[in-house]
């Protein structure tokens, strides 16, 4: 019996120092853990390491990315992270606290926006309430509505995991970068059909900057006058929200995540508008973010036509 448990532990001596270092060389073995903390960038950033680590996505896909707050376990898993993928500029609102405190107890981060340029609330976008989050200048967190601004953080991250883990994800990521390109042409070229003076959009928040600013589309209005769908509506707002939307002879309002249903119906009954839903913040059945913005660029190429 003695004999057996020598051996045991001899064989585990001799084959964990091994396993690890093949886990550190090429992703096999022991894996590092990747926390991204919502689906969206979660399925850029697998599509990039493929088998060489897991993925873990903090957000389940479908829940809103600005309220949601983590349970005991995912804090957990946040906290033993080899790395924690993160977007920045306020989007996890949720979650500031538990990312900010495995940050300072030495958990590795790469924020996704650090890594773009970031787009800041510009004048006349159609956003008439005073809330702080949403003054001109404020930072814009809807960096994934842009597949350049994801190809930055493509090739930034690639270089990251090289660095810090000995991970080569060079290959995937120069086909991610190709695909991204290819992805962008694909979206300039179905918009094309809309005229400039047509592309005007109305949402539920205001999570279509990065869109607009690379497809040339103009802001026109909120129905939750705020970069999160956290802040409250009121009569004033929505009031003139009606008047801009008359004014511009917008043609649809799209709602997303975090739209009160009543008051959608509310603007399209009393505008005469068409009332269309648009998935800003969820991957779609096949967890593909490139079937993702495709179906964007589709529900509002067709409703704007
Ligand atoms: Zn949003």
Same mark, same amino acid.
């Given at each position: 019996m003695k004999k057996v448990f020598i051996a045991v532990i001899a064989l585990v001596l001799l084959v964990a120092p091994m396993a690890c270092q093949a886990g550190i060389l090429n992703g096999t073995g022991s894996k590092k853990s990747i926390v991204v903390t919502y689906s969206i960038l979660g399925s850029i950033v697998q599509e990039l390491v493929g088998n060489e680590a897991n993925v873990i996505v903090s957000i389940p896909n479908g829940l809103d990315p600005h309220e949601w707050e983590p349970s005991a376990k995912d804090i957990e898993a946040i906290n033993k992270a080899d790395l924690v993928i993160q977007n920045g500029l306020g989007l996890e609102g949720g979650m500031q606290k538990t990312l900010a405190t495995a940050q300072s107890q030495g958990v590795k981060f790469f924020t996704a926006s650090d890594y773009i340029t970031v787009r800041h609330v510009g004048l006349g976008e159609g956003i008439p309430s005073g809330d702080p989050d949403q003054a001109i200048g404020a930072a814009d967190p =809807?960096?994934? *509505?842009d597949p350049l601004a994801m190809k930055s953080i493509v090739s930034s991250l690639a270089i990251e995991l090289n660095k810090d883990f000995n991970l080569n994800v060079s290959s995937q990521a120069i086909d991610l970068e190709n695909r991204l390109d290819s992805l962008d042409k694909e979206i300039a070229n179905m918009v094309a059909v809309i005229p400039v003076s047509d592309r005007k959009l109305v949402t539920g =928040?205001?999570? *279509?900057g990065y869109f607009a600013q690379r497809y040339n589309f103009k802001l026109t209005g909120v129905i939750v006058p705020s970069l999160s769908s956290e802040a409250d509506v009121s009569a004033a707002d929505l009031a003139s929200l009606k008047q801009v939307i008359i004014d511009s002879q917008v043609k649809a309002v799209f709602t997303e995540i975090g739209t009160s249903p009543n008051v959608a119906k509310a603007i399209g009954d009393e505008t005469g508008v068409k009332v269309i839903e648009l998935t800003t913040h969820a991957l779609p059945a096949d967890g593909s973010y490139f079937t993702f913005m495709r179906d964007i660029a589709s529900v509002i190429t067709d409703g704007l036509k």
């Amino acid at each position: 019996m003695k004999k057996v448990f020598i051996a045991v532990i001899a064989l585990v001596l001799l084959v964990a120092p091994m396993a690890c270092q093949a886990g550190i060389l090429n992703g096999t073995g022991s894996k590092k853990s990747i926390v991204v903390t919502y689906s969206i960038l979660g399925s850029i950033v697998q599509e990039l390491v493929g088998n060489e680590a897991n993925v873990i996505v903090s957000i389940p896909n479908g829940l809103d990315p600005h309220e949601w707050e983590p349970s005991a376990k995912d804090i957990e898993a946040i906290n033993k992270a080899d790395l924690v993928i993160q977007n920045g500029l306020g989007l996890e609102g949720g979650m500031q606290k538990t990312l900010a405190t495995a940050q300072s107890q030495g958990v590795k981060f790469f924020t996704a926006s650090d890594y773009i340029t970031v787009r800041h609330v510009g004048l006349g976008e159609g956003i008439p309430s005073g809330d702080p989050d949403q003054a001109i200048g404020a930072a814009d967190p =809807h960096l994934w *509505m842009d597949p350049l601004a994801m190809k930055s953080i493509v090739s930034s991250l690639a270089i990251e995991l090289n660095k810090d883990f000995n991970l080569n994800v060079s290959s995937q990521a120069i086909d991610l970068e190709n695909r991204l390109d290819s992805l962008d042409k694909e979206i300039a070229n179905m918009v094309a059909v809309i005229p400039v003076s047509d592309r005007k959009l109305v949402t539920g =928040h205001e999570s *279509m900057g990065y869109f607009a600013q690379r497809y040339n589309f103009k802001l026109t209005g909120v129905i939750v006058p705020s970069l999160s769908s956290e802040a409250d509506v009121s009569a004033a707002d929505l009031a003139s929200l009606k008047q801009v939307i008359i004014d511009s002879q917008v043609k649809a309002v799209f709602t997303e995540i975090g739209t009160s249903p009543n008051v959608a119906k509310a603007i399209g009954d009393e505008t005469g508008v068409k009332v269309i839903e648009l998935t800003t913040h969820a991957l779609p059945a096949d967890g593909s973010y490139f079937t993702f913005m495709r179906d964007i660029a589709s529900v509002i190429t067709d409703g704007l036509k």
